[in-house]
C-alpha cells in the first residue's frame, strides 16, 4: 500500500486504498521481478509553497478547479502558454516531438467545409471522470478532491494504460534520462505525466504559469478558477457566454471548458 510522506502536498490520502485485482496485479508482476520504478526515477517531497493550504491540510472537496479558454483571443503565432509551463516544470526544449513530453500543446482547428480555422490550446482535461484513474493498475493515475488529476510517480510502473484511455492525447511518457529537475515537478524515466494546473502554485494561493503568461505576455485568452464557486472570474464566464466542452458527449464532464470554439 503506497504511503505518501508527511510533508507530500499532492493531495493524495495519507494511504490510498488498492482494491483487489490492483494487489493481484502488483503481486503477480512482483513475482516476475517487473514492479519497481524505472531507472532514472528520481522523487521530491514538495513542500514550502503552502501560503494558501498548510501541507497537513486536505484539499478543499467544495472546490473544483477548471480552465476556460477563450478560443477568438488564441493565435497562431502566441505559444506563451506552451513556453510557461516548459519552463516551470523543467520540460525542457521540445526538440523532438515524438517523444518528448508536452503537458500543453497547441493545436489547429479546421472546419474544410467552411475554411474556418482556431488555434487553441490543449492540456490534460482535469476530468470529473477521469478515464486515466478508470484504467491504472495500481491507483498512480487518481483525482484530488479539488477536481486536479495527478500521477503518483511513487507507484507509477509505466503500463501507459492511461495514455491509451485519455480521449485528449493529453499525458506523456518519459523516454529518457532525465536531469536538473524541479523539486515541485517529480519526473522519471519510465513513468507517464501530464498537466497538473501547477498544483504547487495553485496550492499556494497563485495562478497556474500558463495563465499568468498568457495574461502578461498573450491575450488574454486563459482564466483559471473555482468551477463551484458562482462568485468566480471563471463561473461568471461560464454562465454569461455559451462555451463547450472537447468531447462532451463522452460524459467525463471535463475541467476545461472552451468559448468561441
Known amino acids: 500500500m503506497s504511503k505518501c510522506s508527511p510533508s507530500c502536498t499532492c493531495g493524495a490520502p495519507d494511504e490510498r486504498p488498492v482494491d483487489a485485482a490492483r494487489r493481484s496485479f502488483l503481486k503477480t508482476a512482483a513475482t516476475a521481478g517487473a514492479v519497481a520504478l524505472a531507472p532514472g526515477v528520481t522523487l521530491y517531497v514538495v513542500g514550502g509553497r503552502a501560503e494558501a493550504r498548510a501541507p497537513d491540510q486536505p484539499v478543499d472537496p467544495k472546490k473544483r478547479w477548471g480552465m476556460l479558454v477563450d478560443v477568438s483571443k488564441c493565435t497562431e503565432d502566441c505559444s506563451a502558454c506552451v513556453t510557461a509551463c516548459r519552463t516551470e516544470n523543467g520540460l525542457g526544449a521540445l526538440d523532438d516531438p515524438k517523444i518528448d513530453a508536452q503537458w500543453i500543446r497547441k493545436v489547429e482547428v479546421n472546419d474544410p467545409a467552411t475554411g474556418y480555422s482556431r488555434s487553441l490550446p490543449v492540456m490534460c482535461q482535469h476530468c470529473a471522470e477521469p478515464p486515466c484513474v478508470d484504467v ?74 500558463c495563465v499568468t503568461a498568457c495574461a502578461t505576455e498573450g491575450n488574454g485568452a486563459l482564466v483559471f478558477g473555482d468551477l463551484n464557486d458562482p462568485e468566480s472570474d471563471i463561473a461568471k464566464r461560464l454562465k454569461a457566454y455559451p462555451t463547450r466542452q472537447i468531447r462532451a458527449d463522452l460524459g467525463v464532464d471535463p475541467g476545461v471548458h472552451y468559448q468561441g470554439l
Open 136 to 209: 491504472c493498475p495500481t491507483g498512480a493515475s487518481f483525482k484530488r478532491d479539488d477536481g486536479i488529476v495527478l500521477v503518483d510517480k511513487h507507484i507509477c510502473i509505466g503500463c501507459r494504460y492511461c495514455m491509451m484511455a485519455c480521449p485528449y492525447k493529453a499525458r506523456s511518457f518519459v523516454h529518457e534520462p532525465l536531469s536538473d529537475q524541479k523539486p515541485y515537478a517529480p519526473r522519471g524515466k519510465g513513468t507517464v505525466e501530464s498537466c497538473t494546473l501547477c498544483v504547487h502554485k495553485v496550492d499556494a494561493g497563485e495562478l497556474p504559469a
